[in-house]
């Protein structure tokens, strides 16, 4: 069984920053694809960003989300990092981080193995 958590969510203003992190662990310590996904209140569940294991194909959710986010990976601590800079309101949501163990990167939740608890971000003007 593969855990991942996540951490580094909160309130903040619009333009603000937050760096989330999530550290995978268990019996794949690290997985080869790592994506975040998020979900807002009464929304379905979207992908934002995912990552290789080697961290040498990375996908986004659009240009907005590519302009602003940085999705990064230290496998020598089984961690994934989102870097998400310039917040706006409509970026509030639970952020979630899951785990699969084929290679191709998908951005369909339904591809995804493992997910993490969630952690709430909260963008206000």
């Known amino acids: 069984q593969v855990q991942l958590v996540e951490s580094g969510g909160g309130s903040v203003q619009a333009g603000d920053s937050l760096r989330l992190s999530c550290v995978v662990s268990?019996?794949?310590?690290?997985?080869?694809?790592v994506g975040w996904f998020r979900q807002a209140q009464g929304k379905d569940r979207e992908f934002v960003a995912a990552?290789?294991?080697?961290?040498?194909?990375?996908?986004y959710s659009d240009s907005s989300v590519e302009e602003r986010f940085t999705v990064s990976r230290d496998n020598a601590k089984n961690t994934v990092y989102l870097q998400m800079n310039v917040l706006k309101p409509g970026d509030t949501a639970v952020y979630f981080c899951?785990?699969?163990?084929?290679?191709?990167?998908?951005?369909?939740?339904?591809?995804?193995?493992?997910w993490g608890q969630g952690t709430q971000v909260t963008v206000s003007l």
């Open positions: 990552i290789s294991r080697g961290g040498g194909t990375v996908k």
């Open positions: 268990g019996r794949t310590s690290s997985p080869v694809v």
């Open positions: 899951a785990a699969r163990s084929a290679t191709f990167v998908a951005t369909d939740p339904a591809e995804y193995d493992f």
